[in-house]
């Protein structure tokens, strides 16, 4: 893990990241069958920093044959809670407890950034059948929408973040992947709508606020709530993402 103390932060919050957090919609798995050049049904899956279950949830309804590789403690208590019939292993990308040439594909929803790619992607080759499949993904705010723009730059200014100008699909991953290794990519937009203390709740549970001071989160969700209280009267919101995926053959 590159930031150690900021992954584990979630452990603390498992319950509350269950809870909150927006799942995958189904055509992201559409899109990572066709970009793996495998069905789901069947297939061997180790789904890396699985957190609560939300990613390894919706695999195994694809009929996948998944198990859980997780380091932290809280999330993986959690997890056993959420999908006791799946199996979870302890461990991370780099240190995978899985036999070689064991798995057709490789999963890390909302996780790759917290490994080291150098060690991790030599790691998932042991792992990977051969002409098995890695596939990366995150579910991002759709910052185009006003109000998700506008409360996505409070929140940067909040932390100290740059606000980024234009969005490049392939430089992003580009960026998290060794050189010379080639892959696939896709962007899938959906939406959910949730009472505003959901939408909250999930936001509280963003690595970056967890590892914050306590009083200075508490003001900044207050004020938020305010103001999403003033542009929804009805008192809920529709957030609206979008899952970037790559898929690589490595």
């Known amino acids: 893990m590159t930031k150690p103390v900021q992954a584990r932060s979630f452990d603390a919050a498992a319950a509350a990241y269950a809870a909150n957090r927006p799942s995958y919609p189904p055509a992201l798995f559409d899109a990572v069958e066709e970009l793996a050049g495998l069905p789901l049904a069947g297939a061997r899956v180790a789904d890396v920093g699985a957190g609560t279950g939300l990613g390894t949830a919706r695999l195994r309804e694809r009929g996948a044959r998944v198990t859980a590789v997780e380091p ?4 993986a208590e959690q997890f056993r809670r959420s999908l006791p019939d799946v199996p979870v292993v302890r461990g991370d990308g780099i240190r995978l407890p899985l036999r070689t040439g064991s798995m057709d594909l490789i999963t890390y929803a909302q996780s ?10 030599p790691e998932a080759r042991r792992v990977l059948r051969s002409g098995g499949a890695l596939a990366l993904w995150w579910n991002d705010s759709d910052t185009p929408v006003e109000w ?6 409070r929140l940067r200014t909040f932390f100290g973040a740059d606000v980024p100008t234009v969005y490049d699909n392939r430089a992003r991953f580009r960026a998290v992947l060794p050189e010379g290794l080639d892959f696939r990519t896709r962007l899938v937009t ?3 709508r949730v009472p505003i203390a959901t939408h909250l709740a999930n936001i509280a549970t963003y ?3 967890l590892i914050a001071d306590p ?3 508490r003001d900044c969700l207050d004020r938020e709530r305010a103001l999403l209280a003033a542009l929804f009267p009805a008192g809920e919101v529709e957030e609206t993402y979008v899952v970037s995926l790559a898929v690589v053959h490595p």
């Open 72 to 75: 932290g403690d809280g999330m």
């Open 112 to 121: 790759w950034h917290w490994t080291d790619p150098a060690r991790s992607v």
């Open 148 to 153: 998700i723009g506008d409360q996505d730059r």
């Open 190 to 192: 959906w939406s959910r």
């Open 207 to 209: 690595s970056d606020f």
């Open 215 to 217: 009083a200075a989160v």
